[in-house]
């Protein structure tokens, strides 16, 4: 049997789409690609570590027009937006973006897309890794709500780090610097039309790029590249260290359509008193009256480095039973630890409770310890 290690790489057709920035990636070091939203995304610039680095000290360029967009536009546009998500967006303004939650009809979580509102009745859903275009154009046929829902042309990228203000400065001038974290505005670069926001995956002060016109993709990557490279700019990769580090989530990987959003710590993104009848309320309520089984919980795991993220969900054990799994784990260079996301059997989930996780590398002790491990107030991003 062929090991995951020894697998050299993805290989390239067309039935998976390439981004605006596919090329301009290659040149710049891309060396391993994935795919997500049925589209490639650069994973492997050279050293996971140093792109840690590369994020928290200075600054990385990196392709997420994965992060595919669904436009929901029409007089009901609004009213559909809320009948989509839990969280109450009665105070969403025009040029603000917010994060959210998809729920089904049980009340599990599809997508946990970033929602932007560019108008009245325009709204872009930022998505994570699932068909969220397809579950709306479905909800809508039968809603008696005028809507259209696309995919429009539209690729963003996230330039994240302490440095990135200094280079959205050489960008855009001095009025960037007021753009709030979580707001966004449109931006014309030498005729290649944006919309920026004050957003990102990686917990550290950053923005997103979102390209309104695909055919541009390169000279915006090289623009970007030319005004950072004083800047200590590199190109790179999102970061599984810093993403862990900050305890957020990864769609299919720590969350899935079988959880909900009280299992996952996010219950603030559930209003159950609004009016709106948005989808899954019913279920949320019943959940929310008798509490959930499973928790998700932040794990230190003892023993040397962990050579790489996990590629499967690793047991977690108590007493020689199993009582959930990992998420998420990885070796965090900075905080010297071993550090992991994982769902576990709420009985067990108080902080310190000792345990066992079955790694790829054997069986190791753990803990439970408060997530996020970095930064808990999110004072880099917000900064």
């Not at 799994?325 to 965090?332: K, N």
């Amino acid at each position: 049997m062929i090991s995951p290690d020894e697998i050299a790489g993805i290989g390239f057709g067309t039935q998976i789409r390439k981004s605006p920035y596919f090329e301009a990636t290659l040149r710049w070091g891309a060396k391993q690609f994935s795919v997500y939203n049925h589209m490639y995304i650069p994973r492997d610039f050279g050293d996971p570590v140093q792109n840690f680095w590369n994020l928290v000290n200075t600054a990385t360029l990196s392709d997420v027009a994965v992060e595919r967009q669904v436009e929901i536009t029409g007089p009901d546009a609004k009213t559909f937006i809320q009948k989509l998500t839990p969280r109450n967006l009665s105070d969403l303004r025009v040029g603000q973006c917010k994060y959210v939650l998809i729920t089904n009809s049980r009340g599990g979580i599809l997508n946990d897309p970033v929602l932007l509102r560019l108008a009245d009745n325009h709204f872009w859903l930022s998505l994570a890794d699932s068909d969220i275009l397809l579950w709306a154009q479905g909800v809508a046929v039968n809603s008696g709500l005028n809507v259209d829902i696309c995919e429009p042309d539209v690729s963003p990228l996230q330039l994240q780090g302490p440095c990135s203000r200094q280079i959205m400065i050489e960008l855009f001038g001095d009025t960037i610097k007021d753009l709030r974290y979580y707001w966004f505005r449109e931006y014309n670069l030498h005729q290649i039309p944006l919309i920026v926001s004050r957003t990102g995956w990686s917990s550290e002060l950053g923005y997103e790029l979102f390209l309104r016109d695909g055919t541009k993709g390169d000279e915006l990557w090289e623009r970007i590249m030319k005004a950072g490279e004083p800047h200590g700019l590199k190109a790179g990769h999102t970061s599984a260290i810093r993403r862990i580090e900050a305890g957020m989530l990864s769609y299919h990987a720590d969350m899935d359509s079988s959880c909900n959003p009280f299992e996952l710590g996010l219950g603030h993104l559930v209003d159950l008193d609004m009016q709106a009848n948005f989808i899954g309320k019913d279920a949320l309520k019943e959940i929310s009256s008798f509490g959930v089984s499973r928790t998700l919980v932040g794990l230190e795991i003892s023993g040397d480095p962990l050579a790489s993220a996990n590629n499967e969900r690793w047991p977690v054990i108590i007493n020689a039973s199993k009582i959930g799994h990992i998420t998420s784990a990885i070796f965090s260079p900075r905080l010297e630890k071993n550090i992991a996301l994982a769902i576990i059997d709420s009985k067990y989930s108080s902080l310190s409770t000792s345990l066992e996780v079955i790694t790829s590398e054997g069986t190791r002790s753990g803990r439970i310890v408060e997530q996020p491990f970095h930064d808990p107030g999110k004072t880099l991003a917000s900064s």
